[in-house]
């Protein structure tokens, strides 16, 4: 089986879980190609995303796909990448798995989004990962959330997923269930809410980050950093080269600078939102949806 695994992964916890994804497909003898996007501009801006994701996945028996949680939702770059994906055809099968890594406070319509946003697309989601991992946010806390995950723990739900996957293939092939109903798990005010509360509604104010000039060492680091390819080194200077508006409010450079020179508005009503790092956590931490 051909398997086609596709990530956005800004503090590469999501990366983690789809190198794990892929580790056990490849132990079970199948082939699979891993495409990362993150930081990528080719799969982020301009008119060619469609023709360089095609050209990325090469056909595909399965369709891995997934990304990080902020705010209660899947972050909005891998919605848009959902929609610029092939439409399934001989060479791009319908079956498709969505996982989401989050930082343990509340996964509520992540995955649910995901699934309808690739139904439309005329995809079939057969099974729904969630996966607990270090809240990056929370890096300069009193307490770090999850910081040790994703672990051995979740590597080892992550291979009861695949196992499950293949056995559905196996016995259903192209015939199997679309389970995105069971990504609806949130509770139904949970849903309700972050249904009115978008994920620009939530952040479309804090997205003022920028950099302290008097600050910065010109290390580059927020450069690389960064996975919506926010910053760029011009004449001498680090300078934000795209509108605060594709800011994803990672908090990636923030996290970096050894130089304390990015001004970062989220961090402190992240600290407030999450309690200092002592937020409740969600239970199950990590779990699978669907996959009848």
Partial sequence: MNVSILVFSPSGHT???????????????????????????EFLYGEHIKEALEKALGEYDLLCIGGPLYAGHVEHTILQTIGALPVPDEQHSKLAVPFVSYGGVHSSVALEEMGKKLRKKGYKSILGIKIAAKHTLTSTYANVIYEDKPGPEEEKLIAEAVEHVISIIHTKGKDAENQSKAFKYAP???????????QEKLHRNFKQVRIDAAKCIKCKKCISACPVDM???ADGEIVMHRDNSSCILCAECFHTCPAGAIEH???E????????????????????????
């Fill in 15 to 41: 990366l983690k879980v789809a190198k794990n994804i892929e580790k056990a497909f490849k132990e079970k003898d199948n082939t699979v190609r891993l495409i990362n996007i993150t930081g990528k501009p």
């Fill in 188 to 198: 139904p005010k949970e849903r309700f809410l972050f249904k009115i509360f978008s």
């Fill in 231 to 233: 910053f760029t080194y």
């Fill in 265 to 267: 508005p989220y961090i």
């Fill in 269 to 292: 009503m992240g600290r407030k939102r999450l309690n200092d790092g002592f937020a409740k956590l969600e239970e199950p931490a990590s779990a699978l949806y669907g996959g009848r």
